[in-house]
């Protein structure tokens, strides 16, 4: 394989330009010809691929966002718009493709693979960390290390004025960056989807901290939560409980943007080149993925099929800790 493409796809997530950075030099080091591809299957459609040399990646590892763009493609998700995506890789010559994006993007890739018999390789892009198949995606580390960094500044302003604050972090059906950025903050409740919501235990847990001598309390939710958002749930507990001046805050697409982790760039670095490598062994349909610290490829089909392992020890861990 001679000509190669990547492009981003869905969400956006800091690290992509890593990634990106990574599948160019890759495929320079092993002599392919690299396309970038805009605005994701968009782009594809209509033809919006350049070339990129290993120049054309110079300064972006420490960028957040993506310099390739990203889109959602309704076209994309009927054969005749992947007709005419593959008319335009076949136009650049471009026989495998590189999706940095989540599992949408993925069930797009494998489309165009059975439909067109183009190789398509998957890099895990979204901060929610909820693709079956890796144990990290690129841009989680981010994400949670931004929330961290919120959620430290209210326990400041909550301290002060002896509050309790509700933070709203993303994470629609994960709570993957609730749970990380909630234990590292020191929270003293962390409520996320994958667990059935108490309002009622969730006062008791703050009449408990009352009584340990807490004058504050920070409680983080995820967006997806089954008892509401963190409105809905700041009101309830207002209604039921003595806890009537709290504040809310939600964080929102803050955690999407800024300078990736170290983390976040040398899995994107680590990914990228391992994508590259994959294409030209002939391998297609797959995700790279990092398990036990070893980067592993998985069927893209297992993104959607494998559901995220919760892990509630982490649920005990920050209860343990709440004291
Ligand atoms: P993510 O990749 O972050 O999960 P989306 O679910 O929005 O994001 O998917 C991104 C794009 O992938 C969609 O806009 C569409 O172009 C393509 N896509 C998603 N699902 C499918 C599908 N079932 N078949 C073909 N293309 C799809």
């Not at 966002?65 to 008319?87: D, N, Q, S, W, Y």
Request: proline share 3%; with cysteine.
């Amino acid at each position: 394989m001679k000509c190669i493409g990547v492009l981003t796809s869905g969400g956006d997530a800091p690290g992509m330009n890593a990634a990106i950075r990574a599948v160019v030099r890759a495929g320079v080091h092993y002599g392919c010809q690299v396309f970038g591809i805009e605005h994701g299957y968009q782009g594809m459609i209509a033809g919006a691929i350049r070339p990129m040399d290993a120049r054309s990646v110079s300064n972006i590892i420490n960028r957040g966002g993506t310099i390739l763009h990203t889109a959602r493609c309704k076209e994309f998700m009927e054969p005749e718009g992947r007709v005419r995506a593959a008319e335009q890789l076949r136009r650049f010559g471009i026989e495998g493709v590189v999706v940095i994006g989540g599992d949408g993007s993925y069930r797009g890739a494998q489309a165009l693979h059975q439909e067109h018999g183009i190789r398509c390789i998957g890099l895990p892009g979204t901060i929610d960390n909820d693709i079956g198949g890796t144990e990290y995606t690129i841009g989680c580390d981010t994400a949670v290390n931004i929330a961290m960094e919120a959620i430290d500044r209210l326990r400041d302003t909550a301290a002060s004025h002896d509050r309790m604050f509700f933070v709203e972090v993303m994470g629609r059906h994960s709570g993957y960056i609730a749970m990380i950025s909630g234990i590292a903050g020191g929270a003293e409740e962390i409520i996320v989807p994958e667990e059935p919501t108490d309002i009622g235990a969730l006062i008791e847990t703050m009449r408990l901290g009352r009584q340990h001598g807490k004058s504050s309390a920070i409680v983080v939710i995820a967006e997806g939560d089954d008892a509401g958002d963190a409105f809905q749930i700041a009101k309830i507990v207002a209604e039921k409980s003595e806890f009537k001046d709290s504040r809310v805050t939600v964080i929102g697409h803050l955690q999407r943007g800024g300078s990736p982790t170290a983390f976040d760039r040398v899995l994107a670095s680590r990914m990228g080149v391992r994508a590259v490598e994959a294409l030209l062994e002939g391998e297609t349909g797959k995700m790279v993925g990092i398990v036990h610290q070893q980067m592993v490829l998985r069927p893209l089909s297992d993104t959607w099929e494998c559901r995220c392992p919760y892990d509630p020890g982490l649920s005990q861990v920050a209860r343990i800790l709440a004291v």
